[in-house]
C-alpha cells in the first residue's frame, strides 16, 4: 500500500490547514487510518485515528476539539482539518494505515506515508 500525504505548508497562529492522504490503486474504507506527527529529538505520536474494527475516533488530548480526522467520499483518502494552531504543533505530519490499528501508535500501523511539514509561526 502506497500512501502520500498532501497540504502542509506555512500558517499563522490561529489559522487552519487540511492535509490530505491519498492511497495508491487501494481503498481503504475498511482499513484503520490515522495521522502522527514528529518533531526532532521525539518520538512518534499518534494524534487521531479511525479504527479498522468499528470505526472509533480517537484523538490525543492536545488536538480535542481543534483537530478532526475524517474519511473522503473517494474511497481511497482521508484527511485531518486542523483548526486554532499553535506554534506547538510545528511538526512533521505522517498518515499511515493498518487493516485493524487497534490503537493509535506508529507500531500498530503498518503502512505509511511521507511527512508532509507543518510550519505554525508568526
Known amino acids: 500500500v502506497q500512501l502520500q500525504a498532501f497540504g502542509g505548508g506555512l500558517v499563522q497562529p490561529g489559522g487552519s490547514l487540511r492535509p490530505s492522504c491519498a492511497a495508491s490503486?487501494?481503498?481503504?474504507?475498511?482499513?484503520?487510518v490515522g495521522w502522527f506527527r514528529q518533531t526532532p529529538g521525539k518520538e512518534r505520536e499518534g494524534i487521531s485515528c479511525?479504527?479498522?474494527?468499528?470505526?472509533?475516533?480517537y484523538y490525543t488530548d492536545s488536538v480535542k476539539g481543534r483537530f478532526t480526522i475524517s474519511r473522503g467520499s473517494a474511497q481511497n483518502t482521508f484527511y485531518l482539518q486542523m483548526n486554532s494552531l499553535r506554534p506547538d504543533d510545528t511538526a512533521v505530519y505522517y498518515c499511515a494505515t493498518d487493516r485493524w490499528g487497534e490503537r493509535c501508535t506508529p507500531a500498530d500501523f503498518e503502512f505509511w506515508g511521507q511527512g508532509t511539514l507543518v510550519t505554525v509561526s508568526s
Open positions: 490503486e487501494f481503498r481503504l474504507d475498511y482499513y484503520a
Open positions: 479511525i479504527s479498522g474494527r468499528d470505526g472509533t475516533i
